[in-house]
Every structure is written in structure tokens, then in C-alpha cells.
């Protein structure tokens, strides 16, 4: 199976999993981080442990999730900012006043805005694309959400090839934009791409009805996942679940 | 000949497109079972507007289409798209799966073909278009002639009576142009094929219909109708440079 830009092919046992288990234990995971109370800083801790208990599992490489992860520098930028701008009651670090609901505030992005990055970039990398959708329709996600995911998925790539093909054909007849007033050029492309992509919507649409479409994607039969590795799969989720809930008791 | 139930039959089908073009002024044909038939002509003479006439993607507004005797109507339009398979003219239009062998199964599932024997069914379709080893790749990572045989393989998977392609040689390497057309000519289909290609519609079609301004202009032997050069001359037709059939 073909490597993307967020999925690594492997042949771990979190690869091998059903992508429903995968994507149920994702939710769970992310649910229970983002509901776990800020203050408590050791559940976090523990949180991270579980992620790297199932990287060890996965052995993907550290810098390849650290790579993904810059995605969520915008946010860790205004994480770092939230403590200098917030109100009172503030308090001194190392000589600089800071905001006490600031500091929390900006720790609880960075900590959970991560975490759900990380775990996410762990469902990605572990299942190709396509599984996922298959998984979300396995879970009976609304059909137009999966339709329109699993034809996105095959449409991005034809896109993106005719986007370059027209640029090379702009930059061979001599454009060379530099500066943002010389980007008609550009934008005139990008309105013809989009003309271009809903007309080749229409056409899809009318081969998908010439071979006997009726609105719903079929879904290849799936055996079950079964008890065991459904409890395998979520796991790590239940573990974060109790952490979560010690937290929310102890707090 | 009327004894016989034809493969298609299309009777004095009428059709306008809502910004009042009149793309079919009256359309006649009948294909007989077996037959390989081209369907030439300018563009915007109505050959696409005709082919998706033939599985009831578009209705006419006067006119009828019956395929193997079965009329085209609303309640028979799942009958009818199993029956008459279309290659589109850009296999990317035609394949939308993440993988060639889900986008071969597309057609079988919907046509409701029990989910035990579509397997069988994409092995056989991509055996007979020489493509089984690329099963689980995806469309986009193929050649322009693979996907044209990918296209084609989609369609034969629902098993048709009769097979339409719409411009089949466009965009295809000489060597990939050959190949589907002994491809073509090996599965003993009937088949409808919309051309601009004149000299393909001689390889693979013993008759060919002209249509121009949405009516059947003339409806002779391949060899006799690129002929006549007047005729071609007067439809906005001809053959490549080098080429005599007079």
C-alpha cells in the first residue's frame, strides 16, 4: 500500500488493525484529553505515556510525527502569548509578571492541542486514507460525508497535477509573478481550475450513473473486527478514559 | 430484419438541452446483435448527446430508445445501464476509486451482482484487458493507455450486451492505440463506437452511421462512407493526410 504524506505503510499491530477500531479509539483518545481538567498537570503526563507505549508498538520514527506536528505552531505561538496578555491575579516567573489564568490557559492549548495533534497524526500514519474512509463507513458515518470523502481522496491528486500542468503552461509563456499586484494571472487560473473541476464533477457524476449509481457507495463486506482486537484497539483509549476520570475526581 | 430483436434501436429521438440547442433533430438507428457500428461526425453534431441517450442518462423529448427490446423508461433505467456499458472518452472522469480493483467492483455491487462472485467478476474484467497485476494500484498512478483499458475493464465487469465508447483512441500513444483495438476486436461484443478517428472506426467497425446537426446523414459500410470524399468534405470530415480509400 502506497505511502502519503501522512500515512507510513508498516506492518505493526496497530497497522494491522480494523480502521474502525483505529478510528473509535482516536475519538475516545482525543475526547478524554481535551476533557481532562487543565490543572492537572501529572494526567497529561501519563496521557503522553500511553501515545508512546503505542508508538513503541508502531515503530514509526519520533521525527516523523515532530515533523507533521509544525502544523500546530500557530497555535503553540498563541499558547506562548496567552500568559502576557492575560488578567489578573498575576504572578512572577523568573522576574516577567505573567497572568495566572493566562499561564493555565496557554498550557491547556499546548498540552491538549498536541496530544490530539500527536494522536492523530498516530491514526494517520498507522491507516492509508482509503481504510479510513472504509472505517467511517463501517461505522456508519452519514454516506455524503464518506462519498464525498472517498471521491476528495481520488480528485485531490487529479487537481493538483492539472494546477501544475497550467502554471508550467503560464510559466513557459513567460509569467513570472513576483509580486502580489502581477498574481492576476494566478488567480484567473485557479477560477478556470474550479470551472474545470465542477464541469469534471458533472462528467463523474454521469459515468457513476451510466454504471447503475443510486446515490450510496457500495461498502466491500467487512468480517467484523471482533471482541479481542476491538479491546486491543481501544486499549489505550480506556487507559486515557480512567486517567481522565481520576482527574476529573481528583480536581 | 425486424424479426430479429435489435441489440439497440433508437426511433426519431428528439432532444434539446434547456438553453434551447437542439442537439438531436430526429435520430434513427438500429444496431443488430454482434454488430460493430462507428458513430461518426463534427463536433457538436450530437454523438455525445446520443450516447447518453442510450442508457437514459438524458431522455429525449419525442423518441424512443430500446435496447435488447427493452424500452428505455424510469422504471427499466437499472436494466438498461447494465446493459449498455460506456467508456467515457477521459478515463479519470471514469475512475473515481482509490484503487483499480474497488473502481472495477463499483458496477458489479451496484448492479446488485451477489458480493461472493464480484471478485471473480474484477479478476476476469482485468484479465481480459491485461491489467490483473495492477489490481490494488491506484487510477492515478497508471499510463493514459492502462487507464483507457482500466475504463474499459470497469464496464466489462457488469457484464453488458452492448458496449459504447465514446472517442476510445483519443489521447493514446500509436503502440497503446493498437492494443485496444485488438483488445476490442477479440471480445466479440456489440459495440457503438463515437469516433473522430476515421481510420479506427475502419479497423474496428465494418458499418458507420454520420450524424451531423443531430440527424443520421448517411448509415453505410465503413469502407464506402470514408470514401466518398464529397460526403466527409461536406460534414466538416476527412481523412489523415495521407490516406485514400477513393
Not at chain 1, 112 to 132: C, E, I, N, Q
Not at chain 2, 1 to 19: G, H, I, N, Q, R
Not at chain 2, 85 to 111: K, S
Request: aromatic letters at 6%; glycine letters at 8%.
Amino acid at each position: 500500500m502506497s505511502a502519503t504524506v501522512l500515512h507510513r505503510p508498516g506492518d505493526s499491530p496497530v497497522h494491522r488493525l480494523p480502521p474502525e477500531v483505529k478510528v473509535v479509539g482516536a475519538f475516545a483518545a482525543v475526547l478524554c484529553v481535551v476533557a481532562t481538567p487543565r490543572e492537572a498537570f501529572w494526567a497529561f503526563g501519563l496521557h503522553l505515556v500511553v501515545l508512546l507505549a503505542v508508538w513503541a508498538v508502531v515503530r514509526v520514527p519520533l521525527g516523523w510525527y515532530a515533523r507533521r506536528a509544525l502544523i500546530e505552531v500557530p497555535f503553540v505561538l498563541l499558547a506562548f502569548v496567552l500568559p502576557f496578555t492575560g488578567g489578573a491575579p498575576r504572578t512572577d516567573v523568573l522576574g516577567v509578571s505573567v497572568s495566572v489564568d493566562g499561564a493555565l490557559a496557554g498550557w491547556n492549548i499546548l498540552a491538549k492541542g498536541t496530544l490530539g495533534v500527536l494522536v492523530s497524526l498516530t491514526l494517520a500514519a498507522t491507516t492509508h486514507p482509503r481504510d479510513l474512509v472504509v472505517g467511517l463507513q463501517r461505522l456508519r458515518a452519514p454516506r455524503l460525508l464518506t462519498t464525498i470523502a472517498s471521491l476528495m481522496l481520488r480528485y485531490a491528486e487529479v487537481i493538483a497535477a492539472e494546477a501544475r500542468r497550467m502554471r508550467t503552461a503560464r510559466v513557459c509563456r513567460g509569467h513570472d509573478p513576483r509580486f502580489l499586484w502581477q498574481a492576476a494571472a494566478t488567480a484567473r487560473g485557479i477560477g478556470v481550475l474550479f470551472l474545470r473541476s465542477y464541469e469534471r464533477g458533472e462528467r463523474v457524476h454521469l459515468a457513476m450513473l451510466a454504471r447503475g449509481w443510486t446515490g450510496a457507495m457500495p461498502v466491500p463486506p467487512s468480517p467484523g473486527a471482533g471482541p479481542w482486537r476491538w479491546l486491543a484497539g481501544v486499549t489505550p483509549a480506556l487507559v486515557t478514559a480512567l486517567v481522565c476520570g481520576t482527574a476529573l475526581w481528583t480536581t | 430484419m425486424d424479426d430479429v430483436t435489435a441489440a439497440l434501436l433508437v426511433k426519431d429521438l428528439e432532444f434539446s438541452y434547456p438553453d434551447g440547442h437542439r442537439a438531436l433533430a430526429g435520430v434513427d438507428l438500429r444496431v443488430e446483435p454482434g454488430e460493430r457500428v462507428a458513430v461518426l461526425g463534427p463536433n457538436g453534431a450530437g454523438k455525445t448527446t446520443l450516447v447518453l441517450h442510450l442508457n437514459g442518462v438524458l431522455t429525449g423529448t419525442r423518441g424512443q430508445v430500446e435496447v435488447a427490446g427493452v424500452p428505455v423508461r424510469k422504471r427499466t433505467l437499472k436494466e438498461i445501464r447494465r446493459r449498455v456499458g460506456v467508456v467515457f472518452q477521459d478515463p479519470d472522469d471514469q475512475l473515481f476509486m482509490p484503487t483499480v480493483a474497488e473502481d472495477v467492483a463499483f458496477g458489479p455491487r451496484n448492479f446488485g451482482v451477489p458480493e461472493a462472485d464480484v471478485p471473480a467478476r474484477v479478476r476476469e474484467a482485468l484479465s481480459a484487458v491485461g491489467m490483473e497485476a495492477h489490481a490494488d494500484r491506484s487510477p492515478m498512478h497508471l499510463s493514459g493507455g492502462q487507464r483507457r483499458r482500466v475504463a474499459l475493464a470497469t464496464v466489462l465487469a457488469c457484464d453488458p450486451d452492448i458496449l459504447v465508447l465514446d472517442e476510445p483512441s483519443s489521447n493514446l500513444e500509436p503502440l497503446a492505440r493498437r492494443e485496444l483495438a485488438e483488445l476490442l476486436l477479440g471480445l466479440g461484443r456489440t459495440m457503438l463506437m463515437v469516433s473522430h478517428d476515421l481510420p479506427y472506426a475502419l479497423q474496428l467497425c465494418p458499418r458507420s452511421v454520420l450524424i451531423d446537426r443531430g440527424v443520421v446523414v448517411a448509415d453505410r459500410p465503413t469502407r464506402d462512407l470514408l470514401a466518398d470524399r464529397d460526403l466527409l468534405a461536406a460534414h466538416r470530415l476527412e481523412l489523415p493526410w495521407g490516406f485514400r480509400l477513393d
